[in-house]
């Protein structure tokens, strides 16, 4: 089997002045594959995604092992953590309203990721921006590059930034909600794009998410959270087979096309699941 | 106490000289009593703007908007209230974060001079399934699904026979989408609501509504019944693009 891309052993996360931890023992391991997280909110997802980048200031972090590549994340400074964060390791957030700069030209922001990285002239880092935006699936790029973020579209936005994240062609990609505050015609274009890009390029993807048709069609790997706690790990094709009751109960509450108009089954939350496994 | 509701060439422009925009050219559709109308579209198709105006909160529209056959401008504002009461996209947002569950709940109760009110609001409150005791509660001791309940609540307690639904489960997790849906359900089955849903999931439309219409730039492309969905059915290009897309989600593998 070859090298995998991240290895996290009994991640524990408690936010500054929490009693109770936010993450509570996951482990698991990455290769180049499309990896899912899912829960409801509060469940940790977005957690684990921020504590592998070290965007989380205040939260104590500790593991018996968090290797990314050859480093060891919780070891690196600051300084050091620079290099990785959008050059190796990148995050595609959730709504791309907040998540550009509004007062900057689109390709600008798109072009700082290179300029930052690499030693290169403008007019490279803007060539580099433009390749990208097309590779997005932007039609004239030319005239994007120079708007600025209310002047595009949500699933535009969204892809302005997936070329951002992969501009400097990183090794992981995590991507916390990327399509929820999309239409769902919009959607699916936005997630072929990423997941075509993903391919092509070798990356690894870790996709957090609570939809589940989503993870199911864009994942190859499914881990399921519960109060901070990784209570599954499914292939997502295995999705319908799942064993863990809040897994089934997950799916089960799903309304579906077609589906009868039973009422929908409600999750009967367990005490049990709670508890970590010896 | 079920109501029909009636909208024919509804139209709306926000703003004034070059700068105006048309955002309903002009809406029209019925319905039934009883029944419950789902409305589709991407974002900013006007699908919100439509239960504004039928809600009167936004009232700088033309055309004529029915309910009962009685026109819903001229109803005076206590009639109104006690015929139609809307829910929220974000139960987060739509709660005042200082107010307790009571006063959220008494507020109407006493603006239209109910008695019984410790009544009425135990009834309101057992009705969405919550414990009596949350009466006491403020918005931040509630979860989402909670607080989405007592949203539903505040809506209930004044008996109306109209609900206008605005995405009311979609900043909820599945889980708790689940409890709400049945919770709607239950409730129209129970008192006979009509409800009018706005909605960006083609199986929540599935799940509850008998019609629905699509929206596209304000205009209502098509009026299709739930059957349509699960085939594809739709004729306007939009509307099987939109169709088409959400089936192609739920189900590729």
């Not at chain 2, 009461?85 to 109407?108: A, C, I, K, N």
């Amino acid at each position: 089997m070859e090298k995998p891309i991240l290895e996290v052993d009994n991640l524990r996360i408690r936010y500054g002045g929490a009693s109770a931890e936010a993450v509570r023992g996951v482990s698991f391991t990455l290769g180049r594959e499309r990896l899912g997280i899912v829960g409801e909110s509060g469940s940790g997802k977005s957690t684990v995604g921020r504590a592998l980048l070290r965007l989380l200031p205040g939260a104590t972090i500790t593991a018996d092992k968090l290797r990314f590549g050859e480093l060891d994340l919780l070891t690196l400074s600051e300084k050091e953590m620079l290099k990785v964060r959008g050059r190796r390791m990148s995050m595609i957030l959730q709504d791309p309203k907040f998540s550009l700069n509004p007062i900057r030209r689109v390709g600008d922001q798109v072009a700082e990721t290179y300029l930052r990285h690499f030693r290169c002239s403008k007019a490279e880092a803007r060539d580099k921006a433009l390749a990208m935006l097309e590779a997005v699936k932007i039609r004239d790029p030319e005239r994007v590059y120079d708007q600025y973020p209310h002047e595009i579209s949500g699933g535009m936005g969204q892809r302005v930034m997936i070329a951002m994240m992969l501009l400097a062609d990183p090794d992981l990609v995590i991507a916390d909600e990327p399509t929820s505050a999309l239409d769902v015609t919009v959607r699916l274009q936005v997630l072929n794009i990423l997941d075509g890009l993903v391919r092509d390029r070798g990356i690894g993807l870790i996709m957090i998410s609570h939809d589940l048709n989503l993870v199911r069609n864009f994942c190859d790997r499914v881990l399921i959270m519960y109060a901070g706690r990784v209570v599954e790990t499914l292939a997502a094709r295995d999705l319908d087979r799942a064993e863990h009751p809040y897994t089934r109960g997950l799916l089960a509450a799903q309304p579906r096309i077609g589906g009868g108009r039973a009422p929908l089954a409600v999750l009967d939350r367990q005490l049990e699941w709670l508890e970590e496994k010896a | 106490m079920s109501v029909s509701v009636e909208t024919r060439d509804v139209s709306i422009t926000f703003g004034a000289g070059p700068a105006a925009v048309r955002v309903l050219p002009s809406v029209s559709f019925s319905v039934g009593p009883g029944e419950c109308f789902g409305l589709v579209g991407e974002s900013g198709s006007g699908k919100s703007t439509v239960l504004r105006c039928i809600s009167m909160l936004t009232d700088i529209w033309t055309g004529d908007i029915l309910i009962d056959g009685k026109p819903v401008r001229e109803m005076p504002l206590i009639e109104r209230c006690r015929t139609l009461q809307m829910v929220f996209q974000d139960p987060y947002g739509s709660l005042h974060p200082r107010q307790s569950v009571r006063t959220v709940l008494s507020e109407p109760l006493a603006i239209h001079r109910l008695g019984d009110r410790e009544e009425r609001m135990r009834k309101a409150i057992t009705d969405v399934g919550l414990p009596v005791s949350f009466l006491d509660r403020f918005p931040h001791q509630l979860s989402g699904g909670q607080r989405q309940r007592v949203a539903i609540a505040r809506a209930l307690i004044l008996e109306p026979s109209l609900l206008l639904l605005d995405e009311p489960t979609s900043a909820l997790d599945v889980s708790v989408q689940a409890e709400i849906l049945n919770l709607l359900q239950r409730l129209r089955e129970e008192r006979g609501f009509t409800y009018i849903m706005v909605t960006h999931d083609l199986a929540v439309v599935d799940h509850m509504c008998d019609r629905f219409a699509v929206m596209l730039h304000g205009e209502i492309t098509e009026v299709l019944p739930r059957e349509a969905i699960p085939a594809n059915g739709a004729t306007h290009p939009y509307a099987r693009e939109l169709i088409g897309a959400s089936l192609e989600y739920e189900s590729a593998h």
